[in-house]
């Protein structure tokens, strides 16, 4: 069996998946397989990926759920290497990703898994500013605490871990429907040590198609991420941070419901969280300032259209 199986979930996107399948295949590092899982993408996709004829490739054809843990999932599951890495439709690796994760990971074995620093492009490919990760402490070790209050983050085509560590958490949680991968790290972060390679091993790209770009359902996430690492979370002062940060994730998320004009939605969202929140002074402020978004609109243009006092 390969050392490493590269988990590939794919749904459409084809100009982009040649590129990322293609900088696989470019891998200074060749003892890999390549697991890709299709959920259920169009005709030319799935021609395309029948094309894939190599001995360490492997399609598995999924119907179509729009839930990429439950793609990632069935990926992994399907995978025999002894470390599985993530890769997206949509990124790059540059040829010595892996040969130089894995080398990392062989020094210090009693570390079950790794991350790289990133570059970001755009959707042509053109590297973006990162000149705002300059002063980020990409940190190593024991990690849980700086991953859960975001001081740094991982980005998921850097991530090489044992099979047996990821399949010891769970896998992915195929109800975080956004943050999967901040969670699933978060967890793994508990169960080891993690080696950081602080130079870009991989190129992740910004575009407009992201299933992340609901922020509605971002924001939900965030809510659901911090309610299950109250679970989690080792000591009292880290439950405390995750209660609290859920509640601002529930103001955030009716902030998104005024900018879409949907008041009703922000009712509920705030009676929802009231139920976690009401002990946060700071919550209720920044509640009283949602309702009254929809309101004082209303009042200045009846107050502008009859000329003021």
């Not at 929140?277 to 009042?299: I, Q, T």
Request: contains cysteine; hydrophobic residues 45%; positive net charge.
């Amino acid at each position: 069996m390969p050392s490493v199986s590269i988990v590939l979930p794919v749904y459409n996107r084809i100009g982009l998946l040649q590129l990322a399948v293609e900088s696989v295949f470019a891998q200074t590092y060749t003892d890999w397989e390549l697991v890709i899982a299709d959920d259920g993408s169009s005709d030319i996709t799935r021609t395309y990926l029948q094309t894939l004829i190599h001995p360490n490739v492997r399609v598995l054809w999924l119907q179509h759920s729009g839930i990429p843990s439950r793609v990632r999932n069935a990926a992994i599951q399907a995978a025999g290497g002894k470390y599985i890495a993530f890769l997206d439709s949509d990124d790059i690796w540059p040829a010595s990703k892996l040969e130089e994760q894995m080398a990392a990971l062989c020094a210090r074995p009693e570390r079950r898994w790794s991350y790289t620093m990133c570059d970001h492009i755009d959707k042509n490919g053109r590297v973006l500013d990162n000149s705002h990760l300059t002063h980020v402490e990409f940190a190593e070790g024991w990690v849980f605490e700086p991953l859960l209050k975001l001081q740094f983050s991982i980005a998921m085509p850097t991530v090489v871990a044992e099979r047996d560590l990821v399949n010891e958490i769970g896998g992915f949680d195929e109800a975080q429907l956004f943050a999967e991968f901040q969670d699933i790290c978060l967890r793994l972060a508990l169960k080891s040590e993690v080696i950081v390679l602080r130079r870009s091993l991989c190129m992740v790209r910004n575009h407009d198609e992201h299933y992340s770009a609901d922020r509605a359902g971002g924001q939900a996430g965030w809510m659901r991420l911090y309610q299950k690492m109250i679970a989690f979370a080792p000591n009292a002062a880290l439950r405390d941070y995750c209660a609290r940060m859920r509640s601002d994730a529930s103001l955030r998320l009716a902030r998104v419901y005024g900018d879409r004009g949907q008041y009703r939605a922000i009712w509920r969202a705030l009676a929802h969280a009231s139920r976690f929140s009401w002990k946060y002074p700071m919550w209720w402020s920044g509640a009283f300032r949602c309702l009254l978004r929809p309101v004082v609109p209303r009042f200045i243009t009846s107050w502008v259209r009859q000329g003021g006092p």
